[in-house]
């Protein structure tokens, strides 16, 4: 069973407490989504450790119940 949105963001949160998070459906399918993260906790790092930060949050579950997700992070302005 596909991971839904709301679960998906409560991951992100729980690990990234100070970040807003934007889920979208792509597919309307519960199975492809797209997240745009943003979070202070990003500031200094490269694109590939915010995307490493946020997948180190989702506990593995990329590729297994996690099927697909578009990721988009950013620091606030």
Not at 23 to 47: C, E, I, K
Not at 51 to 60: E, P
């Amino acid at each position: 069973m596909p991971m839904s949105g709301p679960e998906i963001e409560g991951m992100i949160k729980a690990a990234l407490p100070d970040a807003t998070v934007e889920m979208t459906d792509l597919a309307g399918d519960g199975d492809h989504w797209a997240a745009r993260v943003v979070s202070p906790s990003f500031a200094g790092m490269s694109r590939i450790q915010q995307h490493k930060t946020v997948y180190a949050a989702l506990d593995g579950k990329m590729g297994g119940v996690l099927h697909a997700l578009q990721l988009t992070t950013e620091v606030p302005n």
